[in-house]
C-alpha cells in the first residue's frame, strides 16, 4: 500500500468513498508535526531527507475497490495512518467543508528540489502522468532501495550535492561485502581498492618486477653506438643523430636541475642513502650556489670512493641537494615539459615521435607492460639500471616512465652490482613476495639464477609484446 498523505497523487487519483467528513482541528498540520506511516511498518515524516519507499508491484484494482481505499471504522480515522508526537487520533466525524484534499499543504516534488540533481527522473508516479485509465492496467515497478540522507542538515547545506546512484547498495550488502572481504583467503589479504589512494605498504607487495633500463625499458646506449640500427636495419645516420641529441637532453637536465655537477662524484645507489644527514632544514630559500658544498680546498677530493665524506656540515649539505632532487623527480614526473620550457619543450616532444618512429614503438610497448602490472593490486615496478643515479632519473623523465617508477623505487647499481641491489631490494619487499626479473644483460640474468627469480630476456620489441600478453593472460 502506497503511502498516503503525499498530494503529488491528488489529481489523477478519485477520492476513496471510504473516507466520510470531519471536523477540522484547530491545530495546522505543516510538515513536521506529523509523519506517515507506510506499508513498511516504518514511519516516515515528509520533512525527513529521505525518499519513501513503495510497495514493489503495483497491479490494477480489483473490480468494485477503490484505489487506495482503507477499510472504514465508522467515521473515525483508519488507525496507524497518521502516528507521532501530533498525529491524529481523534475519531470524530469528518465536516464535507474539508473533504477537498486541495485545503491540505501540498508536498510535491518541488519541495524536496535540494534533494536532487537537475536531471534526476524519479521512478515514482506523479500526478502528472496518473490517470485513472492508466491506472485500469497492471504495470508492474521494481522497488529501488536508496541510501538515507543525513537529517540533521538543512536543505541548503546539501543542496546540489545529492546524486543518487542507479542501483545503490543498501548498508546490509555493504557490510556482507565487508564481511566476505575479511572473510577471503591469503592471497587477497591487503588488497585495497583502486579508488584507494594511500599505496600498499611494502610488507604487503606479493609480487616485484625488477626492471633493468637502457635497451629493455627504453633505446638509447644502442642508438649512440649504431649497434641498434645495423642489427634492425635502420638508418644508421639518423639512429645516430637520434641518441645525441637525446644523450644532450639528459644531461642538461640532469646538470641544470638535479645537481649532477655537485653529485657526480658523490653517487648513491638510492634517494635516501644521505637522508639521516638531513636536518629538515626549510630549503624554498637556501641559497645551493653560495652554500660552500665546492669549496677550494676540498679540490677533486670532495666524495671518498663510497660517496661519504667526514665533515658533518658538508654531508648536510649533501643531504639537501638530494632532497631538492627528490622535490623536483616528484612535481615534475608526469609533466617534465613544465621544467624544460619553450622551446625545449617543442623539441624534446618532437625527438620523442621520431625515436618511437625510429624504434618501432618501443616505449609504447614497454610503457603499456608497466601499466598493466600496477594496475594490479600488490604489485610494483622497481628500477635497478648500472646508470648512476641522477643520470637515471634525467632518463626516466624525459622518456615519461616517471609515473610508472617512484623515486623511492630506482636503484643504481653502478658501484655495488645488481647483485647487491637484488638483495637490498628483498630486503625491502621481504622474501615472501616474488621476484620477476626483466632485463637483456647477462649481469641482470646471473643475479636473478643466484637468487632463484625467473628472468624474462628482452632481446627485440617481440619479447616486450610477448611480455604484455603474458601479463594481460596473467601468467605473471
Known sequence: ???????????????????????????????????????????????????????????????????????????????????GANGIS????????????????????????????????????????????????????LQQDHPSVITNQSPESLAGEYHPPASPPTPEKEQDSAQQRRGSDGKLRGRKRASDPAPPLDSEIERVFLWDLDETLIIFHSLLTGTFATRFSKDSAKAVSLGLWMEEMIFNLADTWLFFNDLEECDQ???????????????STYNFAADGFHSPSSGATLC??????????????????????????????????????????????????????????????????????????????????????IPALSKVLLYGLGSAFPIENIYSATKTGKDSCFERVVQRFGRRAVYVVVGDGAEEESAAKKKNMPFWRVSCRADLDALGHALELEYL
Open 1 to 83: 500500500m502506497a503511502a498516503y498523505g503525499q498530494s503529488q497523487y491528488s489529481t489523477g487519483i478519485q477520492q476513496a468513498p471510504s473516507y466520510t467528513p470531519y471536523p477540522h482541528h484547530g491545530q495546522s498540520y505543516t510538515v513536521p508535526p506529523y509523519s506517515i506511516k507506510t506499508e513498511d511498518s516504518l514511519s516516515h515524516s515528509p520533512a525527513q531527507n529521505s525518499l519513501l519507499s513503495y510497495a514493489s508491484n503495483f497491479s490494477s484494482s480489483p473490480s468494485g475497490q477503490a484505489l487506495y481505499s482503507y477499510p472504514s471504522h465508522g467515521n473515525s480515522i483508519p488507525p496507524g495512518i497518521f502516528q
Open 90 to 141: 481523534s475519531s470524530a466525524a469528518f465536516s464535507s467543508s474539508q473533504q477537498d484534499f486541495s485545503a491540505y499543504p501540498s508536498f510535491t516534488q518541488g519541495q524536496y528540489s535540494p534533494y536532487y540533481s537537475s536531471h534526476y527522473n524519479t521512478p515514482y508516479l506523479t500526478a502528472s502522468n496518473v490517470s485513472p485509465s492508466a491506472i485500469s492496467t497492471a504495470t508492474s515497478y
Open 269 to 283: 645507489v638510492h634517494i635516501d642513502d644521505v637522508a639521516s644527514d638531513d636536518n629538515g632544514q626549510d630549503l
Open 304 to 389: 671518498l670512493g663510497s660517496g661519504v665524506h667526514g665533515g658533518v656540515d658538508w654531508m648536510r649539505k649533501l643531504a639537501f641537494r638530494y632532497r631538492r632532487v627528490k622535490e623536483v623527480y616528484n612535481t615534475y614526473k608526469n609533466n617534465i615539459g613544465g621544467v624544460l620550457g619553450s622551446p625545449k619543450r617543442e623539441e624534446w616532444l618532437q625527438l620523442r615521435r621520431d625515436m618511437e618512429v625510429m624504434t618501432d614503438m618501443w616505449l609504447t610497448n614497454a610503457v603499456k607492460a608497466l601499466t598493466l602490472i600496477n594496475s594490479r593490486p600488490n604489485c610494483v615496478n622497481v628500477l635497478v639500471t648500472t646508470t648512476q643515479l
